[in-house]
């Protein structure tokens, strides 16, 4: 793939692409009007766009953020209620969670994430999976599966015990407790926090000293150090399993519910396991 057909208009929606003269790739999630929500499409195109990174000359890294109010806000509730009715949605959904996170750590080029406003669903799993996270203050943080009423598969078994411990993550994640940027980097969640008006700056600084740097030996440091990751494989594999496993039963269509009425759920009063 050429450098032009990666950042062609509407190659991959939900994103805007732009290739700097310096070899950095600019990825912008993009969809204001829902605070950059995931549709189908843009869940697809966070999934396989790290591929044709890593397949495509000229990009020495890559710095992602949100535009406007937020990072984005997840998963949008079409995609969602969909998931939860149809299989072949779960179906293709799963493989493309899956697919997502471990095309993010085989992804050979170096990635900033330039987090500010809320955070969630896809666009956190690839704003934590990262290889330099860069929060600002206002940033919100969050694992919204319990809350949804699926278990926290997604990215957050893989990574959030390695970078804050496992007591933080079990905390955050069971109880879906929101962590702003100031909190996440004072627990290991994200790799610096910056007053707001700091945040594209520091990025850019952080994206142009790993561009300059020696590509093997930025590239083969990443992948030495992503073993850790790909080690924690059977457990991310485990969770997101059981994910989606949680969008067969009933629990989510009453978490659903109480987002779209803005109320409190009322979950089952016990499980089957």
């Known amino acids: 793939m050429t450098p032009e057909d990666l950042t062609a208009p509407g190659a991959y929606p939900g994103l805007h692409l732009t290739l700097n003269e310096d070899g950095i790739l600019e990825i912008v999630i993009r969809s204001e009007k829902t605070l950059n929500s995931v549709n189908a499409g843009a869940h697809r195109a966070l999934t396989y766009i790290w591929r044709d990174i890593d397949a495509t000359e000229g990009i020495r890294c890559v710095l992602i953020r949100g535009e406007g109010r937020a990072f984005s806000s997840g998963g ?25 996170v471990y095309n993010v750590i085989n992804c050979g080029k170096p990635i900033v994430s330039a987090i500010h406003g809320p955070c969630v669903g896809a666009g956190l799993a690839v704003a934590l999976l990262a290889d330099v996270s860069v929060a600002a203050k206002s940033a919100r943080i969050l694992d919204g599966h319990v809350r949804l009423g699926v278990a926290a598969g997604d990215h957050a078994a893989i990574i959030w015990p390695l970078l804050c411990g496992l007591n933080k993550a079990k905390y955050h994640l069971l109880t879906g407790e929101p962590v702003s940027g100031e909190e996440a980097e004072r627990i290991g969640l994200v790799s610096l926090c910056v007053p707001d008006d700091e945040l594209l700056d520091r990025a850019w600084q952080v994206a142009r000293r790993l561009a300059s740097g020696s590509p093997t030996a930025v590239r083969w440091t990443k992948y030495a150090l992503n073993n850790w990751l790909r080690a924690m494989g059977p457990t991310f594999d485990a969770s997101l399993a059981l994910e989606f496993l949680g969008f067969t039963g009933p629990d989510v269509k009453e978490g659903l519910s109480s987002l779209r009425e803005k109320r409190e759920p009322k979950f089952a009063e016990d499980a089957p396991i």
């Open 76 to 100: 949008d509730f079409t995609l969602i209620e969909e998931m939860a009715g149809d299989f072949t949605a779960l179906a293709r959904v799963w493989r493309e969670a899956r697919d997502l």
